[in-house]
């Protein structure tokens, strides 16, 4: 149990057009879902958090306007990468919370902007 | 603010060796301290947590309030511990948001 999934795996874009990411949560609801970015060989910085029916909240630093989140249902939230520039190529994670609290991390979606 | 460090980036240990990956903190209440673990090519996923005071594959890791760590521990190592390890904390000021360390490669030799 606790399966989480993202789609796509991974994408390739260019310059200035716009990502969609998917947060599944397969086998449970999830009424708060976090979202990650990775670079390579560093850790998880959080971005922001999304709960079910309302706004995401952001980290200091992460531009709302670039990086959006929606959560429309119990077991789906959405990050939209928007106007994507080479810097924003990244490993994006996202997590969902279990009742007990318990994070249950996707696979990650592996984002490259020409 | 909340910090999580993990001195160690690259940790190597034979096969049967106990293997301790450090992990101290800074966070002004009283933290949750998590490890997680990634193996090759999957996904991030709980390998403990310290209120459930539990061993799993064999490690184990102790809360110490005093030094503020959260080692993690496991005295006789194996091929398949080899992985990438992060130390996490959550507070109640900041919700269930996990703050991550750097993370420690383990690689355990045969």
């Known amino acids: 149990g606790a399966v989480v999934s993202q789609h796509p795996s991974w994408v390739i874009c260019k310059s200035g057009t716009s990502v969609k990411i998917e947060c599944r949560s397969l086998?449970?609801?999830?009424?708060?879902m976090f979202w990650y970015r990775q670079f390579p060989k560093q850790s998880l910085m959080l971005m922001a958090t999304s709960n079910e029916g309302s706004k995401a909240t952001y980290e200091q630093g992460v531009e709302k306007d670039k990086f959006l989140i929606n959560h429309a249902s119990l077991t789906l939230s959405t990050l939209t990468v928007t106007s994507a520039h080479p810097e924003d190529s990244s490993f994006y994670i996202c997590s969902a919370q279990t009742s007990v609290d318990t994070q249950y991390f996707g696979p990650g979606t592996r984002l490259t902007v020409l | 603010a909340q910090r999580v460090t993990q001195p160690e980036k690259l940790l190597s240990v034979f096969k049967g060796a106990p293997v301790e990956l450090k992990c101290n903190y800074s966070?002004?209440?009283?933290?949750?301290l998590f490890w997680y673990v990634q193996y090759s090519r999957q996904r991030l996923q709980l390998l403990l947590r310290?209120?459930s005071r539990e061993s799993i594959k064999g490690f184990t890791a102790d809360l110490n309030k005093g030094e503020t760590s959260f080692h993690l521990k496991k005295p006789f190592a194996q091929e398949e511990d080899s992985a990438m390890y992060y130390c996490?904390?959550?507070?109640?000021?900041?919700?269930?948001?996990?703050?991550f360390g750097e993370g420690t490669q383990l690689t355990v030799n045969p």
């Open positions: 086998d449970f609801q999830a009424t708060t």
């Open positions: 966070y002004s209440g009283s933290p949750e």
């Open positions: 996490a904390l959550s507070g109640r000021t900041s919700g269930s948001r996990l703050t």
């Open positions: 310290h209120i």
